[in-house]
């Protein structure tokens, strides 16, 4: 098996930084070391304990860079890719005036692989070595993004976007054409590779009470996978949800009649929630996703984050795209950190990371097979230049420690600060 030896400062983490002191959660080493043994991490330690003890193994050497593991985006959509930072409209009016349009053209499976090509390759750019993906109601655009991701060895979880109402009618399927194209989707894909089928209801607002109820069925018949939808995401949506479905108690209570609530439930935004629902999500172990770039971008609002967090309730981090504005998860970082100011709290470089790494892979249930950068993960890595861009340098270089040198990287940072990516134990080609 070959061995690749990585040095640099390596930065990660054997707890939770949002609960307790963040100090306590963090293993950084200023000079440190990753080995690699075929796929996975077989080893983090110190550079001259390592080098020492695998003499045989191929050396990287980073120099001053910080080899973290690679970014987990918990949320958004490939088929958006094309219509990212597009003007002026909220919630409703951004999907119908720029989403549904664009989505309608993934009947064309040329085009679905081309973008999930484009897409992929656009997250490794910026160090995102996991995508959790929304596609469109065509099954071949599913087909399209495992595909895609198959060829990059990347792990990726993905679904069919199921809707059957509220929407145009070439983008409408049915509640049991939902049911049969996603479980024959699931069977073909699920476990294959790297790739993890997530049941996709898009939100129930696009979802009839039939709909809701077949994939609550097909989840029941495969509790192992994840759930994907939307959730109170912003208030013209949440009084769009009382009125179709007047007889639920909230916004949370339309997925949970109907077999939608679990602990491999991914409830993307939550940023509007009412108590009843942070205690049912607790309850059940379930996870929201926090899309903070998306959040400011279509006027959404201001995630509770810590609030949440001190609940105990796991917390993705993601994208959004193309609701979101940007592909970085540095620049989400960055947005986390502004909306947490907005709301009273200064995250922490630590947090910022831990969430877009661990943070992610647990509200997934992958904890300690990526966003991980221990033995026994897989090797997903993403390597940073802290010095990537003049105004980086300039503030970087004059940094007391590894905070207030990566700081400037996750405010100010893109796809240049990524220096290096490593997918499955395999230098990503340039
Ligand atoms: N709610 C339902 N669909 C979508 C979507 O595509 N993007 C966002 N941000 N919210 C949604
Ligand atoms: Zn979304």
């Known amino acids: 098996m070959t061995k690749q030896l990585l040095l640099g400062q390596t930065l990660g983490f054997s ?13 950084f080493d200023s000079a440190g ?11 983090v330690g110190s550079a001259a304990a390592l080098r020492a003890a695998h003499l045989d193994a191929k050396v990287t050497d980073y120099g001053d860079a910080l080899i973290s593991a690679g970014f987990v985006d918990a949320h958004m959509h490939y088929p958006q890719t094309g219509i990212i930072a597009s003007w002026g409209k909220q919630l409703i009016d951004w999907l119908n005036t720029y989403t549904f349009p664009e989505e309608a053209r993934f009947s064309d499976p040329k085009y679905a692989t081309e973008v999930a090509e484009r897409t992929l390759d656009l997250a490794l750019d910026h160090g995102t070595t996991t995508l959790t993906s929304f596609c469109t109601i065509h099954p071949a655009s599913v087909d399209a993004f495992f595909g895609a991701a198959a060829d990059r060895d990347m792990a990726v979880i993905a679904g069919k976007t199921c809707m059957d109402r509220n929407a145009p009618d070439k983008l409408q399927d049915t509640a049991q ?12 894909w ?4 790297r790739a993890s089928y997530a049941i996709t209801p898009r939100f129930s607002p696009t979802s009839t009470p039939e709909q809701l109820a077949a994939l609550g069925a097909l989840w029941s018949e495969h509790p192992d996978c994840l759930m994907q939808t939307h959730l109170s995401e912003q208030l013209p949506e949440i009084a769009w949800v009382r009125d179709l479905f007047p007889d639920s108690r909230d916004y949370l209570d ?14 993307g935004h939550a940023i509007h929630l009412e108590q009843r629902e942070i205690d049912r999500l607790n309850e059940v172990g379930a996870a929201v996703v926090h899309c903070p770039t998306s959040n400011t971008f279509i006027g959404s609002g201001l995630f509770d984050l810590m609030g949440l967090a001190k609940t105990g309730l796991s917390i993705g981090l993601a994208t959004d795209t193309g609701g979101g504005s940007s592909f970085s998860m540095l620049r989400t970082m960055a ?17 910022l990371m831990w969430l877009a790494t661990e943070g992610s892979a647990k509200s997934l ?16 890595i993403t390597v940073l230049d802290l010095g990537s861009t003049p105004a980086i340098s300039q503030r970087s270089g004059r940094a007391a420690d590894i905070w207030d040198a990566l700081f400037p990287t996750i405010m100010m940072g893109d796809d240049r600060a990524i ?6 134990g395999q230098k990503r080609r340039a």
């Open 15 to 27: 707890g939770n930084p949002l609960i307790g002191d963040w100090n306590d959660a963090v293993q």
């Open 33 to 43: 070391a990753v080995l690699i043994e075929g796929k996975q991490i077989s080893a």
């Open 177 to 188: 054409s939902a049911y049969d194209d996603s479980k024959a989707l699931l069977e073909k």
């Open 190 to 193: 699920h476990g294959k590779g």
């Open 254 to 267: 339309t997925y949970e009649a109907f077999g939608l609530l679990g602990a491999k439930g991914l409830y």
């Open 335 to 351: 947005a986390a950190y502004e909306i947490g100011q907005l709301r009273g709290t200064a995250l922490h470089p630590a947090q």
């Open 365 to 380: 249930h992958m904890s300690g097979q990526i966003g991980h950068l221990g033995a026994g993960a897989m090797a997903d």
């Open 419 to 424: 220096k290096d990516v490593w997918i499955a």
